[in-house]
């Protein structure tokens, strides 16, 4: 199985700062389609995780463009270019080349 | 866009088994990809399975494999995740999740399983 490794493990950021999690893989996620599918969710606290990012750096429908991802092969970054309140939570990255599908540990994300 | 309503929450006692069903609207179970996927009290997300396009058949994830059944009833856009011989490592928050354009993309909003003598 691929194993996902994030840092950090919690955050706290002052609102209107920037905010940045790592992950990485333990594989190249880059397909032989030329894809590289590595996801990021967000679950706000009491709720259902939602999808932010999928292959790398494509933002999800409705997904605000203070959100950004990059990185390729085993790389990965997630970039909130100015933290607001309603960014709170924890932060999961996710393999999708293979399955069994494989998350990180979580990054919680609070406000400070 | 999919919505995702699950059914409520449950509380078993150990080894008996848990059917949780996850109602689709909003598009057709055979337009999309069902996963499930857990999360234990104060823990990260577990993948336990779901319907892998390119073979066209349910994986199950190795852990899990032997004690969960995922079908689904086509009739009624309704997909089903059952597990059985449950323990009290078993108690979590059931979330099925499609894939439609992209892994996970939609979530319901989750089914708490407890297990407890």
């Known amino acids: 199985d691929i194993v996902m490794t994030q840092t950090p493990l919690s955050l706290s950021v002052t609102p209107g700062q920037p905010a940045s999690i790592s992950c990485k893989s333990s594989?190249?996620?880059?397909?032989?389609?030329?894809?590289?599918?590595l996801y990021w969710y967000l679950q706000k606290p009491g709720q259902s995780p939602q999808l932010l990012i999928y292959e790398v750096s494509s933002r999800f429908s409705g997904v605000p463009d203070r959100f950004s991802g990059s990185g390729s092969g085993t790389d990965f970054t997630l970039k909130i270019s100015r933290v607001e309140a309603e960014d709170v939570g924890v932060y999961y990255c996710?393999?999708?080349?293979?399955?069994?599908?494989?998350f990180g540990q979580g990054t919680r994300l609070e406000i400070k | 866009q999919v919505q995702l309503v699950q059914s409520g929450a449950e509380v078993k006692k150990p080894g008996a088994s848990v059917k949780v069903s996850c109602k689709v609207s909003?598009?057709?179970?055979?337009?999309?990809?069902m996963h499930w996927v857990r999360q234990a009290p104060g823990k990260g997300l577990e993948w336990m399975g779901g319907f892998d396009p390119e073979d066209g058949e349910t994986i199950y994830a190795q852990k899990f494999q032997g004690r969960v059944t995922m079908t689904e009833d086509t009739s009624t856009d309704t997909a089903y995740m059952e597990l059985s011989s449950l323990r009290s490592e078993d108690t979590a928050v059931y979330y099925c999740a499609t894939a439609t354009q992209q892994w996970l993309d939609y979530w319901g909003q989750g089914t708490l399983v407890t297990v407890s003598s």
């Open positions: 996710m393999q999708g080349i293979h399955l069994p599908l494989t």
């Open positions: 594989q190249s996620l880059l397909h032989s389609d030329g894809k590289t599918y």
């Open positions: 909003g598009y057709t179970l055979t337009e999309l990809s």
